[in-house]
């Protein structure tokens, strides 16, 4: 099988497991936690989708630059260099999101979720802890983004399936187990989510061209590709 096939089959194979293990994850939480408390995962995807729109084309830029360098000669250098280049802003905006969340806290548990059997507390520890992960899960985009332009899909799926199963059996696991709450939940989610990042950023950088120096900030090369993200960006918006 050719290795575009391999690829293709395991992009398929990968999101109908992560799927699959939602839809038989979801009672279980729904479960321990009811329908209430389970309904603040929600925040969670919807403030995710609204802060989309602040990637700045970052990753089609990424993914665009590391295929062109991957078919040139002598091109490991510059290729970690843009990695390196790319990853502090991009890393640095979901910090930044993530603290926007934390501290905005308050005002989102007050303003936007009408709480009935949840105390006020509650739901605020339960949204400083999705700006954490926010924090958390912005950068794996990132990363993955670098991996499917080295053509590793059959091994970013393999990885998205474990720690999917990982995460969701863990947080089941706490639930039954130590504490049926929000907060343990999204604490378990958040330390998951953690192992997810490192192992992706970790993953990435094994599978770039070796090189002997240590990869750069280059701002020459984010100057070269800012027009093309930012066009990007504009494109997907119209």
Not at 83 to 107: D, K, N
Not at 187 to 210: D, G, M, S
């Amino acid at each position: 099988m050719s290795r575009i096939k391999k690829n293709i089959a395991a992009n398929f194979a990968g999101s109908l497991w992560m799927v699959l293990v939602s839809i038989l994850l979801v009672p279980v939480y729904v479960n321990f936690l009811g329908v209430e408390a389970y309904g603040l995962v929600a925040i969670f995807t919807t403030l995710l989708a609204i802060f989309a729109v602040l990637d700045m084309g970052l990753i089609q830029a990424l993914t665009r630059e590391i295929a062109r360098l991957a078919v040139l000669p002598n091109s490991a250098r510059e290729m970690r260099d843009l990695v390196r280049t790319l990853e502090i802003p991009y890393v640095g905006m979901g910090l930044i999101i993530g603290l926007v969340v934390v501290l905005i806290a308050p005002w989102i548990a007050r303003e936007w979720i009408n709480n009935q059997g949840l105390s006020t507390q509650s739901v605020e520890t339960a949204v400083i802890l999705i700006g954490l992960m926010i924090a958390t899960q912005w950068p794996i985009s990132f990363y993955s983004g670098g991996l499917i332009a080295l053509q590793e899909q059959v091994v970013l799926n393999l990885v998205n399936g474990a720690m999917v199963l990982g995460r969701g059996l863990a947080s089941a696991l706490v639930l039954w187990q130590l504490e049926p709450t929000i907060e343990a939940f999204f604490w378990t989610q958040l330390v998951v989510n953690l192992a997810y990042l490192l192992t992706v950023i970790r993953l990435l950088w094994r599978k770039l061209p070796a090189d002997p120096q240590p990869p750069r900030f280059r701002i020459d090369l984010l100057r070269g590709i800012w027009h093309f993200a930012a066009g990007t960006k504009h494109t997907a918006h119209i």
